[in-house]
C-alpha cells in the first residue's frame, strides 16, 4: 500500500496538473470505486461537474481536492493498487479505469486506475478540525511526522501510554499518519529496536531516535519519488519512484544487514511481514513475573 512519501508524490502531481482546473464531466466506471458515496455514483458525478477544484492536500495517506466554494472536497485513498493519473484523452483506457474525470480546458483528463478496487474516491463536506478544514471522514487521523505541527512530546506521551508493541503504534493512523509496512521496517531497523518491543519501554530519547529516523527514512524516500516494487505504485504521469534501491531492511530477506552482515530475517506478522536484523533488532526479554 502507497505510504507517505509515495501519496505526497501523487499530491504534487495532482496540485500541477488538476488543481484550479474545472470539472466537465465525472465518469464512473465502476461502483466499488465510489462505494463510500452512499448516494451512488450518479450522486458522485453529479456533485462534481460544473466545480473548480483547489489545491491538493493531505493527511496521513489520505488526499482531497477542495473545491473552490470551500464546503466540499474530492477525497481519495489509493488502497493497495490505486493509481490517480494524468493522460491525455486520446490514451486508450487502461484496463482497470474505474473513475474519469474530464475538465472544461480540454486538456489532459484525471484517471482513477485499480486493480484490486481497495482504494476509493468520494465527495464529503469539509469541516474545522484542530485548525485544519478536513473531509468529515478524516477527524480521527492524525497528524503525519512531516507536518509541522506535528506534536514531538504528545507523541512520545502517547507512545509511553499505550499498551502495545513498537511497530504496531507506528501503523497506528490515529497516533501518527503516513506510516505504514515498509517506512515501519526501516525506522526500526534504523533506531535498532525489535517491532515487538513493547512501547512501555522505550525511553524519550530512545522515542525521539524512533521518529528521527521516521522522517530520515521518509524524507529520502520522498526526493526520489518513493518506493515501487511493482507497476502498481506510479506518480500521476505513470513513473516508478526508486527508494526500493535504498531500503536496509525491508524486503531484503536472506540479505547481510548492511551494520553487522547478520541475514536479514522476515517473519509473519498482522497478516504482513517484518523484516528485521536478529543481531542489531533483538527480540525483546521477556518480562520477570512475580
Known amino acids: 500500500m502507497p505510504e507517505l512519501p509515495e501519496v505526497e508524490v501523487v499530491r504534487r502531481g495532482l496540485a500541477r496538473w488538476v488543481s484550479g482546473r474545472t470539472v466537465a464531466e465525472a465518469q464512473v466506471l465502476h461502483p466499488r470505486a465510489v462505494r463510500r458515496q452512499l448516494a451512488g455514483g450518479t ?8 466545480v473548480t477544484l483547489g489545491t491538493a492536500q493531505r493527511r496521513g495517506k489520505y488526499l482531497w481536492l477542495p473545491f473552490a466554494d470551500g464546503e466540499f472536497a474530492l477525497l481519495g485513498h489509493l488502497g493497495m493498487s490505486g493509481q490517480l493519473l494524468v493522460q491525455d484523452p486520446a490514451t486508450p483506457d487502461e484496463t482497470h479505469l474505474r473513475v474519469r474525470l474530464r475538465f472544461t480546458d480540454g486538456g489532459r483528463e484525471l484517471r482513477f486506475v485499480d486493480q484490486r478496487t481497495f482504494g476509493h474516491l468520494a465527495v464529503e463536506p469539509l469541516e474545522t478540525v484542530d485548525g485544519d478544514e478536513l473531509p468529515a471522514s478524516l477527524g480521527h487521523i492524525a497528524r503525519d511526522p512531516l507536518d509541522p ?31 505504514g509496512n515498509i517506512y515501519a521496517d526501516e525506522a526500526l531497523w534504523r533506531s535498532k529496536l525489535h517491532y515487538d518491543r513493547p512501547t512501555s519501554t522505550l525511553t524519550r ?14 524524507t529520502a524516500a520522498l526526493e526520489v519519488g518513493g518506493t515501487s516494487f511493482d507497476s502498481l505504485y506510479v506518480n500521476v504521469n505513470g ?3 526508486y527508494f526500493s534501491r535504498s531500503l536496509d531492511a525491508y524486503g531484503r530477506e536472506g540479505q547481510p544487514c ?7 530475517r522476515r517473519e509473519a506478522w498482522m497478516n504482513r511481514s517484518s523484516y528485521f536484523c536478529p543481531r ?9 513475573t512475580d
Open 43 to 50: 450522486d458522485f458525478a453529479a456533485r462534481l461537474t460544473g
Open 149 to 179: 505541527r506535528f506534536d514531538d512530546a504528545a507523541f512520545f506521551a502517547a507512545l509511553r501510554a499505550k499498551r502495545t508493541t513498537v511497530k504496531r503504534a507506528l501503523l497506528d493512523q490515529s497516533l501518527i499518519s503516513g506510516v
Open 205 to 218: 530519547p530512545l522515542a525521539a531516535t524512533l521518529l528521527a529516523n521516521a522522517r530520515a527514512v521518509m
Open 239 to 241: 513513473e516508478s519512484g
Open 258 to 264: 548492511y551494520r553487522c552482515a547478520t541475514l536479514i
Open 280 to 288: 542489531c533488532q533483538r527480540v525483546p526479554r521477556p518480562r520477570a
